[in-house]
């Protein structure tokens, strides 16, 4: 059973920039996908970015393009999210969740799910 626990969250002025850190243990993380979700007050959860473990491919929502950056460290098992030029609209709990196989941003694909943190950035 894998556990992840993410930590970075904070409260950031817009244009501001934040990284996100998820630890992951107690599994490999080969041939496994990890993303971010975020969910703000009163709206679904939403994809944000996920990164391929091994190959190190990367997909991201438009919403986010351009600004954030998912990375990985693999000898410590942590992902990381560089979130830059923040907006109001960033505002969320930020999850980080685990898949296997490859790149995706389904939502019920991710079995493994984080506790979240609390971004938010103040206009």
């Known amino acids: 059973q894998v556990q992840l626990v993410e930590s970075g969250g904070g409260l950031v002025q817009a244009g501001g920039s934040l990284r996100l850190s998820c630890a992951a243990s107690?599994?490999?993380?080969?041939?496994?996908?990890m993303g971010w979700f975020r969910q703000a007050p009163g709206k679904e959860r939403e994809f944000v970015a996920a990164?391929?473990?091994?190959?190190?491919?990367?997909n991201y929502a438009d919403s986010v393009k351009g600004r954030f950056t998912i990375s990985r460290d693999n000898a410590n098992n942590t992902m990381y999210l560089q979130m830059n030029s923040l907006k109001p609209e960033d505002t969320a709990v930020y999850y980080c969740?685990?898949?296997?196989?490859?790149?995706?941003?389904?939502?019920?694909?991710?079995?493994?799910w984080g506790q979240g943190t609390q971004v938010t950035v103040s206009s």
């Open positions: 969740a685990l898949k296997p196989g490859g790149l995706g941003n389904l939502q019920l694909d991710f079995g493994s």
């Open positions: 990164i391929a473990w091994s190959r190190g491919d990367t």
């Open positions: 107690g599994r490999t993380l080969s041939w496994n996908t």
